[in-house]
């Protein structure tokens, strides 16, 4: 039997490799995520059929209850909440593998040799208790039940310094003593984990939620693989290694594309104030509306589409579909132009419009598609912000100078969508919308443009 298991954890683990694999390309991802899905259900049924099971009646209403609400959530969730799912379903990861370790913790007999596990078992709790507990405040954040602002207070970082201090030395506490199995200072330290994941997320904005997610996320994948190791279980050890990887990869590289250190992301608490010097933009904002936009865009060859959070709050994908086929009928080329950190989660604009469709082959990222921009005629920003401030580019002055950002400015006219001149995320203002070549229509994206569509059909180009 055990030839046999380690035979199938060997085909999950090929399983998990490819799929992730699969996960690099939008048109391969749906099957790559199947993949994953199939070789976590091998896993699953071996480990089961090898062990001897105390409690089967426990574990059928675990499985039932957890296979219900992971199925309901996938099929009624609305793709533009999907950030708020992804971090519930993190934080639920990093909590199992937390309770897990606790459950290895209390096993564990004063004057057992074992200091190496307890070692374990006690960073396996506190990384997966810091991911549940700043998941969910995450969760909150991104579903508006608390505030998207970062929520700060005088010596934040020195409260929260201190605290991982104390998790520290009741660690070594626990680990010296032996006594991790009765002792108050077990307690203290799984409260303590906990509170340090709230106080931690806590001064993160909403507009670094991306960040947050997969360095979350990341966390998890390592508490996972401390459980393997934990429990001896070669799949979760290998599917921990690789979604913490990933995770810290992912992190790294959208915190380069928004060139700011992760120090800087997670103690900074951008957007808490407006900080701006240097030369403030000067000009007027223009104001349009949908009859002249209609027009601009029938007459236009070459039209790039950027999508931000705006266009997720507004549910405006359907919308922004049906505006793609109606101007590619009359002969002009659109393309969608993807900001790495744009939304509220990795991916985020990439879900919501393959959720209606769009080809793949549409979706450039901002590599590729910044150097179209100075030979597109209109550039038509939906609820898009801090993504397209050229203070990122050009003064060294702004909070955000040094950020990669799509260069709309230098497209022949940009028309924004937006609710009103409030500032994004970054609580800083865009010289983009005083900018001659720049009008705003104002309003809720989805019903300006279901305006624009309306318009467009009164157009004879």
């Known amino acids: 039997m055990t030839t046999l298991r380690a035979l199938v954890y060997l085909v999950t683990t090929l399983f998990f490799v490819y799929g992730v694999m699969r996960l690099r390309q939008p048109g391969t991802a749906r099957s790559g995520n199947t993949l994953a899905a199939v070789g976590m259900l091998l896993a699953l049924i071996v480990t089961l059929v090898g062990v001897t099971i105390h409690h089967p009646l426990l574990l059928i209403i675990g499985l039932l209850v957890g296979g219900v609400i992971g199925a309901t959530s996938a099929r009624l969730v609305p793709m533009t909440a999907m950030p708020q799912m992804v971090a519930l379903f993190n934080g639920m990861g990093g909590g199992a593998a937390a309770l897990v370790a606790s459950g290895d913790v209390l096993r564990v007999v004063p004057g057992n040799p074992g200091a190496a596990g307890l070692i374990i078992a006690l960073i396996d709790i506190l990384i997966g208790a810091v991911s549940f507990s700043g998941s969910i405040i995450a969760f909150s954040k991104l579903n508006e039940w608390m505030t998207g602002r970062p929520i700060t207070y005088r010596g934040q970082r020195a409260v929260n310094a201190i605290l991982l201090g104390l998790l520290i030395l009741g660690g070594a506490v626990l680990v010296i003593t032996g006594e991790a199995s009765h002792g108050a200072v077990f307690l203290a330290y799984v409260i303590g984990a906990v509170a340090l994941g709230l106080l931690g997320v806590f001064p993160i904005g909403g507009g670094d939620m991306p960040v947050i997610i997969s360095l979350l996320n990341s966390f998890t ?43 800087n992301i997670v103690f900074g608490a951008f957007g808490k104030i407006q900080t701006q010097s240097g030369t403030q933009a000067q000009g007027v904002v223009q104001q349009t509306n949908p009859e002249d936009v209609a027009i601009l865009l029938s007459y236009a060859s070459r039209v790039v589409i950027v999508p931000g959070y705006g266009l997720a709050v507004a549910r405006a994908q359907q919308e922004v579909n049906e505006l793609m086929m109606r101007l590619e009928a009359k002969g002009v080329d659109v393309k969608f132009g993807i900001h ?84 994004g995320f970054a609580g800083i203002d865009n010289p983009l919308y ?8 104002f309003g809720d994206a989805r019903q300006s443009l279901n305006n624009l569509l309306q318009a467009l059909n009164e157009v004879v180009a």
């Open 434 to 441: 005083l900018n001659p070549k720049c009008q705003m229509l």
């Open 340 to 423: 790495p950190v744009a939304g509220r989660m990795p991916g985020h604009m990439n879900v919501l419009l393959a959720e209606v469709d769009i080809p793949y082959q549409k979706l450039y990222d901002m590599e590729a598609i910044n150097p179209e921009f100075p030979r597109t005629d209109v550039v038509l920003v939906v609820g898009a912000n801090d993504v397209t401030n050229p203070d990122a580019r050009a003064n060294p002055g702004s909070p955000i100078y040094g950020m990669p950002i799509l260069n709309v400015d230098q497209a022949q006219r940009v028309i924004v969508l937006k609710r009103s001149m409030n500032p």
């Open 221 to 263: 994948g390592l508490a996972v693989a401390a459980t393997g190791f934990l429990l001896g279980n070669d799949v979760l050890i290998v599917a921990g290694t690789f979604v913490g990887a990933s995770g810290a990869i992912l992190t790294q590289l959208m915190s380069r594309a928004m060139n700011r250190p992760i120090g």
